[in-house]
């Protein structure tokens, strides 16, 4: 189903959406992590397309931000380059996080979207009033959210739920002209 079709037919969900938060690792990345030395720590790569969704919707006024297990340089540097809203980082159990999102924006949990793919996401993506996973991920993770996206991890997947957003709340590109 193309993206339009299926933000239509989820429309009532999507344009509750607030607060869309995203896991880092298998999301915003491709998995991978690689050694840069002691100076650095890891170090993970970024898809340039879920930075810019990221500020698209913050343009439009949603609170974008990261909820991540890990924690390193890159992550910090990414989340602080993108001026996103908010990060979590370095806790697996992320349901604090999501709690605390309920209470700094003011949002009843049906107002978040979550992205994320790992086995301690599931607390958030049955929560979440949206929730999306990458298709290179578990069955278990697969079997409670709302949608799969094409893309894998790490190659434009964050935008792709992104778009969704987009599409059922209007969001187009004459929100970026002032970019």
């Given at each position: 189903?193309?993206?339009?079709?299926?933000?239509?037919?989820?429309?009532?969900?999507?344009?509750?959406?607030?607060?869309?938060?995203?896991?880092?690792?298998?999301?915003?990345?491709?998995?991978?992590?690689f050694w840069q030395g002691e100076e650095v720590g890891f170090n993970r790569t970024f898809n340039i397309y879920d930075g810019f969704g990221m500020k698209l919707l913050m343009k439009a006024g949603l609170k974008v931000g990261v909820?991540?297990?890990?924690?390193?340089?890159?992550?910090?540097?990414?989340?602080?380059?993108?001026g996103v809203d908010f990060?979590?980082?370095?806790?697996?159990?992320?349901r604090e996080a999501f709690l605390d999102l309920m209470k700094r924006y003011n949002v009843a949990a049906?107002?978040?979207?979550?992205?994320?793919?790992?086995?301690?996401?599931?607390?958030l993506l049955k929560k979440a009033g949206f929730s999306a996973t990458v298709?290179?991920?578990?069955?278990e993770v697969t079997a409670v959210v709302?949608?799969?996206?094409?893309r894998k991890s790490g190659e434009g997947c964050a935008r792709e739920v992104m778009d969704l957003v987009r599409y059922a709340q209007g969001i187009t590109a004459a929100h970026v002209e002032d970019f």
């Open positions: 189903m193309k993206l339009k079709e299926f933000a239509k037919k989820h429309e009532a969900k999507l344009k509750k959406i607030k607060v869309c938060a995203f896991d880092l690792d298998g999301i915003l990345t491709d998995c991978k992590v909820v991540t297990g890990g924690d390193s340089v890159s992550v910090q540097k990414r989340t602080s380059q993108l990060c979590y980082a370095g806790n697996e159990d992320k049906d107002e978040i979207l979550y992205m994320g793919d790992e086995l301690f996401d599931l607390p298709p290179n991920t578990t069955e709302d949608y799969v996206t094409e």
